[in-house]
């Protein structure tokens, strides 16, 4: 079993809707998490980083992480075309960061 | 401004060659990382350094070596390249451990 889970997809909405992507974890040793969006033929950037349970908000993004169930997720509202990528979930411990398999999500206008 | 870049982006190699794959920061950070992409399993860690002269194995090591001889570079070489080694070399930097990763933009590597 992956340490880091990740649906998949491939995940395909209308421009305008709102999407969920989703990621579950095992190891308890992870403190902190991230969402990397990654372009076709292009390395992963970060697009959010966050450390404790809750919600975190940046613009039409919000990254929600519920340590007692073990859950993260990155909800993207007014989806648009150029939103059009894989999205990575990373949990990290104090000593390296784990990736999930990434969710291909493409926008159609 | 400060980047990442690796080199060559794209190269073809024949089985058994060994083969080097160059990644250079000038972010000046001190962690280092490898990784390899493949399709249904993600990003998956092979080596990382804390520091110069420090170097680790990760998840997927085995046919793999690093070396860090200064802060900028983090060299990857595949001792002798195997066909299921193809797949796409990231390489990645951060200040600390707990920080933001800053990926390379990939090399593409195919071995026949």
Same mark, same amino acid.
């Given at each position: 079993?992956?340490? /880091?889970?990740?649906?998949?997809? *491939?995940? &395909? /909405? ?12 095992? $190891? &308890? ?8 969006? #990654? ?24 990254? #929600? ?6 859950? %993260?997720? @990155?909800? %993207? =509202?007014? +989806?648009?075309?150029?939103? &059009? ?21 493409? /926008? @159609?206008? | 401004?400060?980047?990442? !870049? #690796?080199? *060559?982006?794209?190269? %073809? ?16 950070? $001190? ?14 860690? %092979? ?8 170097? $680790?194995?990760?998840?997927? &090591? ?5 070396? =860090?001889? $200064? ?11 195997? +066909? ?10 951060? =200040?600390?451990? !707990? ?5 390379? *933009?990939?090399? =593409?590597?195919?071995?026949?």
């Amino acid at each position: 079993q992956k340490e /880091v889970e990740q649906d998949p997809g *491939p995940l &395909s /909405v209308p421009e305008g809707a709102i999407v969920s992507l989703n990621c579950t974890y095992s $190891n &308890s040793a992870f403190q902190y998490f991230m969402w990397y969006r #990654q372009y076709s033929r292009k390395g992963p950037e970060l697009l959010m980083y966050t450390y404790s349970s809750g919600n975190k908000e940046d613009g039409r993004f919000t990254a #929600q992480v519920d340590k007692s169930s073990k859950y %993260i997720s @990155l909800f %993207i =509202r007014d +989806s648009q075309p150029s939103d &059009s990528a894989t999205y990575l979930c990373a949990a990290g411990s104090a000593r390296q960061l784990t990736f999930g398999s990434g969710t291909q999500l493409t /926008v @159609l206008p | 401004d400060a980047e990442i !870049t #690796q080199s *060559p982006r794209h190269k %073809i190699t024949e089985t058994g060659r060994q083969v080097t794959l160059a990644c250079h920061q000038t972010w000046n950070h $001190n962690n280092m990382f490898w990784y390899r992409q493949d399709l249904g399993h993600g990003l998956r860690l %092979i080596h990382y350094s804390y520091g110069v002269h420090d170097t $680790n194995k990760g998840e997927v &090591s085995d046919g793999y070596s690093v070396s =860090r001889s $200064n802060t900028e570079d983090l060299p990857l070489t595949l001792e002798s390249a195997a +066909s299921s080694q193809t797949s796409v070399y990231f390489c990645a930097s951060s =200040r600390a451990i !707990t920080d933001t990763q800053y990926f390379g *933009p990939g090399t =593409r590597l195919t071995v026949l």
